[in-house]
């Protein structure tokens, strides 16, 4: 039998956003391994700030599973965290609520390359030229970090996750790729494992990933994680009336959606930087300083399509995202 590296990824306890943890569990296992065959595991509760020392034991139930790129018999294994005695975790988000498979999901994920204190591509001191320049840039001086993205878009791809594109943000050293999956766990389990690949690659340059949503001060964008998403209505019924009643129903529930969307979210969500500020709810066609977004496609083609909610930052946790998304469509 050959030996195979199951490489557990579940998040910890950490307030407010979670942290990614990994360990990696060597099994015997000929052929590919699916989910049937990553079993149950357990790791110290006690040190990621999800049990006491004095009744440590957490457990892994694992939950998804992709080949792992970047090593020889290895996968990746998603897990949610459970109590000892099998109960949920008051931190599995993900276990907390009832998937919807006919809800798809891209989400596109900001984030900037950041070395030592600053985003790549900051001089020593002071500040590089302004924004202006960087935006889908090629050429030294003003794409920073091209060989770390593309190698984490290869690595995605060929580990079965369906990231749809990538492209350089609007300030320096700031990248955004999109993550489609079909169903909100499925979207949930793909938004972090894409994470978890980001930063291990960016581990083997000597750089860190920072996810905060706004974290230069002054005119520099903050960072999002724009959530667009369709159900069967959206995509084959459409029209202006039952776009207008899901929105009212986003509109009755924006707080429990910006609580749900990351925390210091008020530092990016102003009004400005192609943003709604944080305390207002609005839609429109097209429009990129609303709360949620009708691509114009979408209201071309009598309002079917899909529907972006710009609101989530970047750090916001994808488990939550899909979450109180699906909830809002429920409740439409
Ligand atoms: P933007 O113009 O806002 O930058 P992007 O091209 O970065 O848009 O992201 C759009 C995302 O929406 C992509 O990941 C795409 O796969 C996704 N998407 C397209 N159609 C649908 C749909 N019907 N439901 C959910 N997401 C969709
Ligand atoms: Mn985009
Ligand atoms: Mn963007
Ligand atoms: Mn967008």
């Not at 500040?127 to 960087?134: I, L, M, V, W």
């Not at 050429?139 to 593309?150: K, N, Q």
């Not at 300083?289 to 083609?301: D, K, L, Q, Y």
């Amino acid at each position: 039998m050959a030996k195979v590296k199951l490489g557990y990824i579940w998040l910890d306890g950490y307030k407010p956003e979670p942290n990614m943890r990994h360990k990696v569990k060597v099994i015997d296992h000929d052929g590919p391994v699916t989910l049937a065959d990553c079993p149950e595991w357990s790791f110290d509760g006690s040190s990621t700030q999800q049990a006491e020392g004095r009744s440590s034991d957490c457990l892994l139930q694992p939950v998804a599973v992709i080949p792992d790129p970047e090593g020889k018999n290895a996968y990746l294994v998603m897990a949610e965290v459970l109590n000892a005695d099998g109960s949920l975790h008051t931190t599995n988000v993900r276990g907390s609520f009832d998937d919807d498979d006919d809800v798809w999901f891209g989400l596109e994920q900001e984030y900037f390359l950041w070395d030592d204190g600053k985003p790549l591509g900051f001089p020593e001191n002071g500040y590089p030229a302004p924004q202006g320049p960087y935006y889908c840039s090629v050429g030294a001086g003003r794409a920073f970090g091209r060989e770390i993205v593309e190698e984490h878009l290869d690595i995605c791809l060929d580990a079965g996750l369906n990231v749809t594109g990538t492209n350089a943000e609007v300030a320096t050293g700031q990248w955004e790729y999109q993550i489609f999956a079909k169903g909100a766990k499925a979207a949930g389990d793909a938004a972090w494992l894409t994470r978890f690949l980001l930063v291990r690659t960016a581990e083997k340059y000597g750089l860190t990933i920072n996810f905060a949503p706004k974290p230069v001060k002054g005119d520099w964008n903050g960072s999002g994680q724009h959530a667009n998403f369709s159900n069967t209505a959206i995509r084959e019924q459409g029209g202006k009336e039952l776009v207008e009643k899901i929105m009212k129903s986003f509109e009755r529930r924006h707080k429990i959606h910006i609580e749900a969307y990351g925390s210091d979210n008020n530092q990016r969500l102003t009004g400005l930087h192609e943003t709604q500020s944080i305390d207002k709810f609005s839609y429109g066609v097209s429009d990129r300083g609303s709360s949620i977004r009708i691509p114009v496609a979408t209201a071309n083609n009598g309002y079917k399509g899909y529907l972006e909610d710009r609101r989530p930052a970047a750090n916001a946790d994808p488990y939550q995202i899909v979450k109180a998304i699906v909830g809002a469509l429920k409740e439409a």
